[in-house]
């Protein structure tokens, strides 16, 4: 399959398989370990998130999974003044992280894009996380729902000059590039359940041939794969899932 003409702009991959990013989200390297030995010449990519950042032995697995051809995603959502953040990524970028993700403040997202200067480290903003929803946003204290605040994001991820945001499928990725004003906008999308799965903790979630038929250019799937009985045969069925939903 082969990517459309904002896809090529964005660097998208063609190959499904470098478009899938798991979730290693276990309480052990141990766990993520034996997750990654099943998933070996299935999936590359892989997220690492705060359940693993401080547990044993993650320096080691942070190495792994810089090397062989495998890919990290660094999942830490920095939010902090300009400067800690700057050297955070600046850190990250050093161990050879593709994807970090930083909290979408426009003094946040300035700061990271600055950290990873002259590197091939991605910066990922959040926008609105997929467990919340406009109830929620007012809870926090947020003036705007979740569609206006993820709008406003998206436009402040392009003027800091951020590589792409975190965003649901329900957003509607290809909107969301047309409101920033650039086809070059990355989204990764989280909140992805195969057909007939159950939501979890998930508000605003989506099935993979939806997520990409809205414009997603990478998903993220945790649960669905690690927590199945067969993860390899779930990574497999999810990739099926996503050559059904085409290019955007």
Request: proline content about 5%; overall charge neutral.
């Amino acid at each position: 399959m082969t990517a459309a003409p904002n896809q090529a702009a964005r660097d998208v991959p063609q190959e499904m398989s470098r478009r899938l990013i798991v979730g290693l989200d276990v309480p052990t390297v141990a766990a993520a370990r034996a997750i990654i030995e099943r998933l070996d010449g299935i999936v590359s990519f892989y997220k690492l998130g705060p359940w693993l950042a401080y547990a044993e032995g993650a320096e080691a697995l942070i190495r792994d999974l810089t090397t062989g051809g495998r890919e990290l995603f660094l999942d830490v959502k920095l939010h902090d003044i300009g400067q800690t953040v700057e050297q955070g990524v600046a850190r990250a970028a050093e161990r050879g992280a593709s994807f970090v993700t930083v909290h979408g403040e426009p003094q946040v997202m300035a700061a990271a894009v600055r950290g990873a200067a002259g590197t091939p480290t991605r910066i990922l903003a959040i926008t609105v996380l997929t467990s919340l929803d406009d109830a929620a946003l007012r809870e926090a204290g947020y003036a705007e729902g979740v569609e206006a605040l993820v709008r406003r994001r998206a436009r402040q991820a392009v003027d800091c000059g951020v590589h792409g945001i975190v965003a649901s499928a329900a957003d509607d990725p290809s909107a969301l590039r047309e409101a920033a004003g650039s086809d070059r906008l990355l989204v990764i999308t989280p909140g992805i359940r195969p057909a007939g799965a159950a939501k979890g903790d998930q508000v605003r979630i989506a099935t993979p041939a939806e997520a990409l038929a809205k414009g997603s250019d990478y998903l993220v799937v945790a649960r669905p794969v690690i927590a199945a009985s067969a993860p390899a045969a779930a990574a497999r069925a999810i990739l099926a899932e996503m050559g059904a939903g085409g290019s955007s």
